[in-house]
């Protein structure tokens, strides 16, 4: 049995020795032509049970301005994202006519492109979407920020839902955001819950880290970060989890024109030989589905590309105002907060400016006839925890662009004890 034995060691040591031969011959560095030399990135420890290299591997190759961190919290969100292919089809196919009008007036602003990402978690691309508490529109505006950030709201326009508009108010927000906080992930933060709300929290923490203020943050803004990193992983690697792009209606091809009368979109789709529903789709924001441009303050209109054998016809509807009742009234709020406000409500107009209650009538002068209106100021002192956008939502007709240039101030960071100059008119 020993003998035996012997002889099979013998032979396996025979065996082994050919075999490393043979591999010196043909080089100690080849590999076979079918072996998947794919590197493995070395993580030093692996923190929750089902960390996933790849998606690690994934979102370091998005990196680009704002950081993509990967931890239990955002693969969770993946999870739920990738699991949603018919939502995520769709949200795909709305991407390719919203992100470019994001991109736009992000990029502008000197805001990172990847933040139209967040659109998804806002909104869905839904430029109806009204949350419960009165949010609205692609980047759910809560009524007093809009207002505070230059968006109109009277009975015939809700610029919250204005795809352009809304998007440069929420460029504006991220920059002034940015500017306070000094981290893109801090300013993300801020749109959800407020600047006031992530300052405490920092305070709190003794951190400016996201992930280590997220315990003293509301709860929803604890999953709205790790959500907004998900989604735009799951955007990008669509078809690594069989999501198929589902089309959307709405037309890529679309020309822009700007109307200095009250037009009804129903005439535009008649002339067109279209769906009004396409018009409705491209201009979400027109309430009446009339267009209320004036002189002064004319109005957009996007339209799918036209044939220019519809020009003449186009330019009798956009050039002779629709019968309406063209009075412009103060839209109440839907805005629980705003709504226990005792300051009287203003709507401003380029021609002219009108203190007005809540659903009084205004009156629109023509050109050259609106009467000159003296421009008064006031002090504020700031105190600790407040905002430039916070400031503006106290006072009727303020904006956050108003106190900056009143006050000769480029970015919104300010500090308690200042005194800002606001504008009253």
């Known amino acids: 049995m020993m003998k ?40 030093n420890q692996i923190e929750f049970y089902n960390y996933n290299f790849t998606y690690k591997s994934r979102l370091d190759s998005l990196q680009k301005i704002v950081p993509l961190s990967y931890n239990e919290y955002v693969q969770n969100f993946i999870t739920i994202y990738s699991k949603r292919k018919d939502m995520m089809g769709k949200m795909l196919g709305l991407s390719n006519y919203y992100f470019p009008i994001f991109e736009k007036a992000l990029v502008s602003n000197n805001i990172p492109a990847e933040i139209k990402y967040l659109s998804i978690i806002e909104s869905s691309l839904n430029p109806h979407a009204i949350s419960r508490v009165g949010a609205t529109g692609l980047w759910q505006f809560m009524f007093g920020t809009a207002k505070a950030y230059g968006l109109n709201m009277d009975n015939f326009v809700d610029e919250r839902k204005d795809p352009i508009q809304a998007s440069y108010a929420a460029a504006a927000y991220f920059r002034d955001a940015y500017d306070e906080l000094g981290d893109w992930l801090l300013a993300i933060a801020a749109y959800n819950c407020g600047k006031g709300n992530v300052t405490r929290a920092i305070a709190k923490a003794g951190s ?53 009368h009250f037009v009804a979109l129903a005439d535009i789709a008649k002339v067109l030989n279209m769906e009004e529903a396409i018009l409705l789709s491209l201009n979400p924001s027109y309430k009446k589905k009339i267009v209320n441009g004036t002189a002064l303050l004319p109005k957009r209109i996007i339209l799918p590309a036209v044939d220019q054998s519809k020009y003449v016809q186009l330019y009798n509807v956009l050039n002779n105002d629709v019968e309406a009742a063209q009075k412009i009234i103060l839209t109440s709020t839907d805005d629980a907060r705003e709504s226990k406000k005792k300051s009287p409500a203003k709507i401003e107009l380029e021609m002219a400016f009108h203190k007005a209650n809540m659903g009084q009538q205004l009156k629109i002068y023509k050109a050259g006839l609106a009467p000159k209106t003296k421009t008064t100021y006031f002090t504020y002192k700031v105190k600790e925890g407040d905002t430039l956008s916070g400031i503006a939502e106290k006072f009727d007709g303020v904006t956050v662009a108003t106190i900056k240039k009143a006050n000769g101030l480029s970015k919104a960071t300010i500090q308690p004890g200042m005194l800002l100059k606001i504008v009253s008119l």
Not at 19 to 36: E, H, R, T, V, W
Not at 230 to 254: C, R
Request: glycine share 2%.
């Open 208 to 260: 400016r880290d996201f992930w280590e203020i997220r315990t003293f943050l509301p709860k929803e803004t604890r999953d709205y970060v790790p959500a907004f990193i998900a989604a735009l992983y799951v955007m990008n690697y669509a078809e690594k989890h069989d999501i198929a792009v589902q089309n959307s209606s709405l037309h890529q091809k679309i020309d822009t024109v700007h109307v200095n």
């Open 4 to 43: 035996l034995i012997l002889s099979l060691f013998s032979f396996l040591v025979v065996f082994t020795v050919s075999a490393q031969a043979q591999l010196k011959i043909k080089g100690s560095d080849s590999i076979p032509a079918n072996q998947d030399i794919t590197a493995v990135p070395i993580i």
